[in-house]
């Protein structure tokens, strides 16, 4: 079984970047072989897809809302997956999660396809 932890949420001012960290435990070999993602939820609203980044080839996937302002990037050696936020908006405010699932972004939007998660990390951002 795999655990995801996240931390680097906070406070923000708009305009004003965070970077959040998503760190992997438990029994599995390497991060190498998941792909892996960033969730986020506001208040009221449904779970909603942020970004990917597939073990196969590293490439990446962006949701609309967030394409040239959000980076995902991973450390495999530090088991560690990372969202770089940047120019941020109050739009922007929810809980983010991290979460896991077997190597490619394939269907990265849908939630149900996501074998783990870590329990979020709360990200306002002030006007």
């Known amino acids: 079984q795999l655990q995801l932890v996240e931390s680097g949420g906070g406070l923000v001012q708009s305009g004003g970047s965070l970077r959040l960290s998503c760190v992997a435990s438990g029994f599995f070999v390497t991060l190498d072989y998941y792909a892996m993602g960033w969730f986020r939820q506001a208040p009221g609203k449904e779970r909603e897809a942020v970004s990917c980044i597939s073990s196969t080839d590293g490439s990446t996937n962006y949701a609309d809302s967030v394409k040239d302002r959000f980076t995902i990037s991973k450390d495999n050696a530090k088991n560690t997956v990372y969202l770089q936020m940047n120019n941020l908006k109050p739009e922007d405010t929810a809980v983010y999660y991290c979460?896991?699932?077997?190597?490619?972004?394939?269907?990265?939007?849908?939630?149900?396809?996501?074998?783990?998660w870590g329990q979020g990390t709360q990200v306002t951002v002030s006007s």
């Open positions: 979460a896991a699932t077997w190597r490619t972004c394939a269907g990265w939007v849908d939630a149900s396809s996501w074998r783990s």
